[in-house]
């Protein structure tokens, strides 16, 4: 690589870096150098791309991303147990994905309150919604409890979303915290 091409690479992930709004330190001068500043930005980013290494199945991804208490041991059991040997992504992920199928969007986070086994922690709700040719259009829809742990937010928990669900609590605040705590036993 050229001088040249290098100082363009450097300048370019520098400005990448700055338009993403993210930080060489946290709020108290200390924390990773991609660490968004805001606890509930950084949730729902961390939401947003766990949910898609599951769909993907790509557990090397995806198991770094979960707390201590929902991994129930280290990172490397949880691939190994996912895999069967290959820690390398499924290239179908959990099933046939829609062809029209995007990428996880995810709510605002809202402040979820300790229950069960399950810390205090902010509530988001991730939606894929796709379309099979000459089929209805499909919404997959969950909601995850996210931890802070270790200077990064990890999923502590999951519980899926169905259609009854946001019939009965369509405020999605709401909904996410009436999921979270109803499955923190």
């Known amino acids: ?12 992930l520098a400005a990448s870096l700055l338009a993403a709004g993210c930080s060489s330190s946290g709020e108290d001068g200390q924390g990773s150098v991609f660490a968004p500043k805001d606890p509930k930005a950084a949730a729902m980013a961390a939401a947003q791309t766990y949910m898609q290494a599951v769909k993907r199945q ?11 208490g929902y991994l129930g041991g280290t990172v ?4 190994a147990s996912r895999t ?12 046939p994905e829609p062809a029209g199928a995007g990428q996880f969007k995810a709510s605002d986070a809202v402040e979820v309150a300790a229950v069960g086994k399950h810390p205090a922690g902010l509530g988001v709700l991730v939606t894929q919604t796709g379309t099979e ?4 259009t499909e919404t997959e829809r969950v909601a995850l409890r996210l931890v802070e742990e270790g200077g990064s937010w990890k999923v502590d928990q ?6 009854k669900d946001m019939a009965r609590e369509p405020d999605m605040p709401s909904l996410v915290r009436a999921l979270i705590t109803a499955g923190g036993q």
């Open 84 to 95: 069967d040997g290959d820690p390398s992504p499924s290239p179908s992920g959990s099933g």
């Open 1 to 12: 690589m050229t001088r040249r091409t290098t100082h363009v690479a450097a300048l370019t």
């Open 158 to 163: 999951r519980e899926r979303v169905r259609p």
């Open 133 to 136: 040719p000459g089929k209805p």
């Open 76 to 79: 490397e059991q949880c691939i």
């Open 58 to 68: 790509d557990w090397k991804t995806a198991c770094p991303l979960e707390s201590q």
